[in-house]
């Protein structure tokens, strides 16, 4: 069955018209997008990573081709590219979203789906973005489609997304734990995600690979807590021990070191001031997923 599915993701795409250079150029400009979008809200860092992380670990052990693995963590980084309409407001309230909000909230695949559809590789990310909130139930948005009409990407990335949203703070809520994060999957299991991505899921924790991602923002790279107000506070993937890092949301200051347990963040007793806390897209890391992106594809 995945055999086909695949090969159906793998169908004729424009990106087989275009050089690797020319490939490269475009995703790259995609990914800042998406990084920036994602930098609106002070508690999402590392999101789109981590999403694109569980997805390709989901595609990879159910063994789809190395274009295939690439196209869908390449949805996983991009699926919330439709949150750039979405004001500051609604994505950092701290309480509940009234009805109001959530409807506009649940217009970001539609207009992630726009914002993609004149770009020229839109066709190998365009049902991630567009239907990752789809549900087998039919209770899901933009279309409330059926299982058997969710793209097998979406179905992924919807799984993965869940999963890290559960994992990761919010505004009104410290992180759920693992466990009861994956009981939620299983009990929804069906109904809100697809039942065989959600024990792919089960599987990958059984295989002890969720670990190396929940809760950091690179290979390696832990999420820091900003010891004045809460957030996040994600760490530039090529930083070095000593640099100094600022909460997002307060400015305030923090250095990295680095030990044999990995990289931890001292406060500092200051803040830095908002201007020059502006966000500033990680290069190294959006480089590195961009390459890692890119060869699969074309060498398809």
């Not at 200051?253 to 030990?259: F, N, T, Y």
Request: charged share 20%; net charge negative.
């Amino acid at each position: 069955m995945f055999k086909r599915i695949t090969s159906l993701l793998s169908g004729g795409t424009t990106s087989s018209k275009l050089s690797r250079e020319a490939q490269t150029e475009l995703l790259t400009s995609l990914a800042v997008m998406a990084w920036f979008v994602e930098a609106k809200d002070p508690y999402t860092g590392g999101h789109l990573w981590r999403v694109s992380q569980y997805a390709k670990l989901m595609a990879k052990h159910q063994g789809f081709s190395d274009i295939d693995v690439a196209r869908v963590g390449l949805g996983g980084f991009l699926h919330d590219i439709g949150k750039v309409s979405i004001e500051d407001q609604i994505l950092r309230k701290p309480d509940s979203l009234t009805d109001d909000e959530f409807s506009i909230i649940k217009t970001h695949p539609s207009n992630g789906a726009r914002l993609l559809a004149a770009h020229p590789l839109s066709d190998l990310v365009i049902k991630s973005v567009e239907l990752h909130h789809e549900r087998p139930d039919g209770q899901g948005y933009p279309f409330g489609l059926t299982k058997a009409d969710i793209p097998v990407e979406a179905a992924i990335i919807g799984v993965a997304d869940a999963f890290d949203a559960m994992t990761s703070a919010r505004p009104y809520r410290s992180p759920i734990p693992k466990e009861k994060a994956l009981d939620i999957l299983r009990q929804n299991s069906g109904r809100q995600f697809d039942s065989h991505w959600v024990d792919v899921m089960l599987q990958l924790e059984n295989e002890g690979l969720l670990d190396l991602i929940i809760m950091h923002s690179a290979d390696g790279i832990p999420l820091h807590e900003c010891p004045s107000c809460g957030p996040v506070v994600t760490q530039p993937s090529d930083a070095n021990e000593s640099d100094l890092i600022a909460c997002p949301l307060c400015n305030a200051q923090m250095q990295l070191v680095k030990s044999d347990d990995g990289w931890s963040a001292q406060p500092t007793g200051h803040y830095v001031d908002a201007v020059s806390n502006q966000p500033r897209e990680d290069s190294a890391l959006i480089q590195r997923f961009i390459a890692q992106t890119v060869v699969p594809l074309t060498q398809s």
